[in-house]
């Protein structure tokens, strides 16, 4: 075997190595991380939300775990619901991402109006 011939054999089993421990950190990255997703709900008076917990970054509605439903505008008296899809999907990924830094999932009226579900 030429010099050139081990040298290439070398480089090649390099990136190999390489290439399985890049994959094997990205996958022990994502052990024991719960995935949340909102789906929105059609109610009898309007559109209201789920968010589920998830094991894995494949969603089922039908397998993972309800984490808050809300049929109603939050943080607002009465029962008042979303008027669309959107505005409801709006909330949900607004309590998501106060969920994914760590915050309480509340929701303020300076929030609603900022986001356009209700006008001060």
Not at 79 to 90: G, M, N, P, Y
Not at 92 to 114: C, F, R, T, Y
């Amino acid at each position: 075997m030429t010099i050139r011939n081990q040298f290439s054999l070398i480089a090649v089993t390099a990136l190999l190595i390489g290439i399985a421990v890049i994959f094997f950190m990205s996958r022990k990255r994502h052990e024991g991380e719960k995935f949340i997703y909102a789906v929105p709900v059609r109610t009898e008076l309007g559109w209201g939300y789920k968010i589920y917990l998830a094991a894995e970054d494949i969603k089922d509605t039908s397998t993972d775990r309800i984490y808050i439903k809300q049929d109603y505008i939050p943080g607002v008296p009465g029962k008042q619901v979303f008027k669309s899809e959107a505005d409801a999907l709006r909330v949900a990924n607004l309590v998501i991402l106060k969920i994914s830094s760590g915050q309480q999932p509340m929701i303020a009226e300076p929030e609603l109006d900022s986001l356009g579900i209700i006008k001060k």
